[in-house]
Each structure stands twice: as C-alpha cells, then as structure tokens.
C-alpha cells in the first residue's frame, strides 16, 4: 500500500514537472545560471547618432516601462545589431505583456525601422521571452554585405558623375532626385503585398540601382542612403499603403516623395515632377486633397517631427 501510494506520488509529481518544465527550467535559470548580464556591441558606420520623439537612443538594457522597450528596439537597429538580450527591470509587473504587445504591433516595428540607416532596418525580426523577463531580440537585415558595398558604389558613382562641388545643397539634393526619376520606371507587378516574394528587388535600393526599376519603398531607401551621405538629419515615413522621406534642412522637417514625383502615365511616356519635392507637411497634405487620394495619411503622433 505503502509503495503505490509512493508510486502515485511520484507519478503527479512528474506530471506537474513535466507540464511546469518551461517555468522551471526559467526558475532555475533565473536563480543559478543567468547573472542577468547585458551589454551592447559597438555601434556599426551607418549607425545615426539622432534621438526622435518617438525612440530615442540608450545605454539601459533593463526597462522600467513602454518607453523603455521602444528605445531598445531602436538602439538593437539603429546600431547594426544582429542580436540584443536585455531584461525586465525588477518592479516591472507589465514588462512581459509589454514586449509581447509591442512584438506583434507591426506599426510600431515599421515605424522604428524607417527612423534607422536602410542599411541597418529589418526584413525579419523575432522577440524570444522568458518568464522571468529576459528577451532576446534576433535582427535578419534588409541588405546583406555584397549589396552595401554594390549599393554604395552606385551611388558613389553617380554622385560624381552628376554632382559638382559648387553646387548648392538644395541644386544637389534637386539633381540626384532627379536622375532617379528619370532613370527608373516603376514597377508596376509588385505590390506591398508581394515584394518579398517577387524576387524582382524592386522593393529596395538594389532594384532601382541595378534594374531600373522599383516601387515607393526602393525609391525612399536611394533617398535616404543618399541623405545620409551628406549628413543630414533625415527618416522615411510610412502610411498603409506609401512610404517618402524626411528630411531636416536648415532646421525645417520637409518631404520628398520621388515616387510620386514619378508618375505612371496611361501612355507610357516618362514624366519627371517637383510637386513633392522638399515640401513642409501642410503642403503636402493641400497636394494630397488634389490628387484626391490618401497614400499621405500618416500618423502624426509617431512622425511628430513633422508637425
């Protein structure tokens, strides 16, 4: 009797183990195994030493609240990292159920990624929690080695072969919009939806460069590379259905939006325009009511530089 009642014993004892054996094996991790040590690498070359409203760049890999993830997600891209463990700070009840909200709200992901160098923004990115608050955020990036260095090199290339030294700013920033349009068609077979699935690149600033061809988000990424060669203080902005630049001259936020400055014609027939061409954001929204469509409809709240 003795000895089944042992039997028994052991087997629920088992049976809860085994249905616990995640929270143990975190239980035991937590207290024995993980000093709950985290550091940052190095920042890479294309790493932007700007804060936005929105995120703003950090040292702290131990969150106290929302905030707190925000800004590491943002410095874990804006630095060029492939991969950053940080751990909720202790006192922080939400934490977990704040990096689970915030890992699977895409507009709050997309919107981080547009403020980074293209260089460094995501294609995939993958949150692994445990229950005792450690996080480990896995990066697979938008361009692999052998493309920057392609990509740079275009663009390089381009800038001497189009851009003079006595050149204005404004007359620089003009003629490199300018050669793209004229050099590039857009691809009207891919969509938002299947640009990672067409194979075309299209979608990036390889498919503009090297095919002459691209839609809204391979224009804006040529952009932005191109704007941070020179220095400035520039993101892309998105809306559901769009993505154009930002940048910041002589401490005003203007738009550019080379895509719709190159517009598809029922003819055929290239078109080069400088309506949305370093524009502040009330014109671009007058321009938005006369083309009477909505790709402009943006979330001020997270772009709120522009304001």
């Known amino acids: 009797m003795k000895k089944a009642l042992v039997l028994s014993f052991l087997v629920c004892f088992l049976g809860v183990c085994y249905v616990n054996r995640y929270n143990i094996a975190d239980w035991f991790l937590k207290n024995y195994f993980d ?3 985290a550091t940052l690498d190095e920042p890479n070359e294309y790493y932007k030493d700007y804060d936005y409203n929105f995120v703003q760049n950090t040292e702290n890999l131990y969150p106290y609240n929302r905030q707190d993830i925000l800004n590491i997600i943002y410095t874990s891209l804006n630095r060029g990292l492939n991969d950053v463990t940080f751990y909720c700070g202790d006192g922080y009840d939400n934490c977990i159920d704040d990096v689970n909200d915030i890992a699977e709200n895409n507009t709050y992901l997309s919107t981080i990624n547009n403020l980074v160098h293209p260089f460094n923004s995501y294609s995939k ?6 229950t005792y608050g450690k996080v480990t955020i896995s990066i697979t990036r938008n361009y692999d080695d052998d493309e920057i260095a392609l990509v740079n090199k275009r663009i390089d290339d381009i ?7 006595d050149m204005s700013l404004y007359n620089r920033i003009l ?5 793209i349009i004229n050099n590039t068609e857009y691809d009207s077979s891919v969509s938002i939806d299947n640009q990672l699935e067409s194979g075309t690149k299209s979608n990036n600033a390889f498919g503009l460069l090297f095919n002459n061809k691209a839609i809204c988000s391979g224009y804006s990424d040529v952009m932005a590379i191109f704007l941070n060669k020179y220095g400035l203080n520039n993101y892309k902005i998105s809306s559901d259905e769009h993505i154009w630049n930002l940048v910041n001259i ?3 936020w203007l738009h550019i939006d080379a895509t719709w400055d190159d517009p598809v014609t029922a003819n055929g027939n290239n078109v080069l325009l400088h309506d949305f061409f370093l524009i502040d954001t009330s ?3 007058d321009k938005e009511n006369v083309y009477e469509k909505n790709s402009h409809s943006f979330d001020r709240s997270l772009y709120s530089e522009c304001n």
């Open 159 to 165: 800038v001497s072969s189009i851009i003079t030294d």
């Open 125 to 130: 990115i993958h949150f692994t929690i445990t």
């Open 283 to 285: 014109t671009l929204f």
């Open 250 to 252: 002589d401490g005003k």
């Open 175 to 179: 003629t490199f919009h300018d050669y």
């Open 35 to 37: 000093n709950k040590t």
